[in-house]
């Protein structure tokens, strides 16, 4: 008993150090691990700041419809819609609706067809009667 103690004191019979360790197969697995959960990490973080984005661009977009729909709504001229959106003006049972819509500028999906769409509705004051 008391030469295991005096051995752990002085380190004999310590291996060096990284020798026998790791069985000769696992060497670099942490990693290969590492270098597989990489392009998921960085997928999710990429669909995470896309959506941000989204979000972003939907609230510009709701942002000009209710203003938009306002101003037409009384009979004044509304502003341009943001660069590279359309306004669609309609009317639905005496409410004046102002949607507008856009390609989505979130990691390029405009190109693939993703489209954002704000839709604002106000009592419309420009009605007779």
Known sequence: ???EAAARRTGEGCRPSGVGLHPAGERGSVTAEFAAALPAV????ALCVGAIQAGAQQARL???AAAAARLIGR??????PPEG?????????????????????????????????????????????
């Open 85 to 129: 959106a359309s306004r669609r003006v309609g009317s639905d049972d005496g409410l004046l609706c102002v949607t507008v819509t856009a390609p989505s500028r979130a990691g390029g999906l405009g190109a693939v067809g993703l489209t954002v769409a704000a839709r604002s509705c106000v009592l419309d004051d420009t009605e007779e009667g």
């Open 1 to 3: 008993m008391a030469d």
């Open 42 to 45: 960085l997928v999710c973080l």
């Open 62 to 64: 709701l942002d000009h």
């Open 75 to 80: 009979g004044d001229v509304a502003p341009a």
